[in-house]
């Protein structure tokens, strides 16, 4: 029994463990683009403190979370309706529904990316059909802009946002809502005192899931936003890849590991409170 338990804790030290102390213990080095690799291990902070001092990381921070937040709030616009159709759709129809949902990722999610590019060019279909019916001789491009981006995103992630919303809405009592009509509460009424809140852990779920990937994203930034869009994952890749600055993209990845963790953190920690209260 013990070593049936010790097998996904041997797998996480050794692939999530190990991996972490070693980019640590990089993002606490020195650059040193004479060696190879380019840096001196030892015990520096200052690649941590150009994270917040430096204008640059500061904006792209500050960029990636809006942008992540926005985006997150177009997947729950979006996904709410979506989950809750699915929800209270005929039994026998659910299955296809929620297959349609996670259709996409029957594609390589480059490849989709590429699609997106194709459409929101400035002779993509977009604009073609813009042109053809008329509503616009110039209508310009979204390619390259901020709202290619949240476009982006949110094709990407809204599954991330369907599925943990349909989970919690499927599970709803109906008869609540039915006690609520009988008491003669509108439709709309028994939805924001019933629905909404008990609905609320699958709203969490589906911002976390959504939020946390989007705010470190750097296929959709780079190949819809262009050089105009500034997010930390672009920033990592440049240090890295670029730059040859292996300390600061290391210290770049441990904050962005910190910033996914501790939202986790807290939502499980709610969440076995909650079961704690409810037993």
């Given at each position: 029994m013990r070593a049936v338990i010790a097998v996904p804790y041997a797998w996480l030290a050794v692939f999530f463990l190990l991996p972490f102390v070693?980019?640590?213990?990089?993002?606490?080095?020195?650059n040193d683009p004479d060696s190879a690799p380019p840096v001196a291990l030892g015990f520096n902070l200052g690649s941590f403190a150009r994270l917040f001092t430096d204008?640059?990381?500061?904006?792209?921070?500050?960029?990636?979370?809006?942008?992540?937040?926005?985006?997150?709030?177009?997947?729950?616009a979006l996904g709410y309706p979506m989950a809750y159709a699915i929800a209270r759709a005929n039994p026998e129809r659910r299955p296809l529904l929620l297959m349609l949902v996670v259709l996409p990722f029957w594609t390589s999610f480059?490849?989709?990316?590429?699609?997106?590019?194709?459409?929101?060019s400035e002779n993509g279909m977009l604009n073609q059909f813009l042109r053809w019916s008329g509503l616009s001789d110039h209508p310009g491009t979204i390619l390259g802009t901020e709202w290619a981006v949240h476009l982006g995103i949110i094709y990407a992630y809204l599954p991330f946002m369907v599925l943990p919303l349909y989970a919690t809405l499927e599970k709803l009592d109906i008869s609540l809502l039915e006690a609520a009509s009988d008491l003669g509460a509108r439709p709309f009424a028994a939805f924001l005192t019933i629905t909404l809140p008990l609905s609320l852990p699958g709203i969490i779920a589906g911002c976390l899931l959504v939020f946390i990937p989007a705010v470190g994203e750097f296929v959709i930034p780079d190949l819809l936003g262009g050089t105009r869009t500034l997010m930390i994952g672009k920033v990592l890749w440049d240090e890295f890849f670029t730059n040859s600055d292996w300390p600061l993209a290391s210290a770049v990845a441990i904050c962005l590991l910190v910033l996914l963790v501790g939202p986790i953190a807290l939502f499980q920690r709610q969440q076995a409170k909650s079961l704690e209260s409810a037993e």
């Open positions: 070693l980019v640590l213990a990089i993002a606490l080095g020195t204008k640059l990381y500061v904006a792209a921070w500050l960029s990636s979370l809006r942008i992540a937040a926005v985006s997150t709030l177009g997947c729950l480059l490849i989709r990316v590429y699609a997106w590019i194709g459409l929101l």
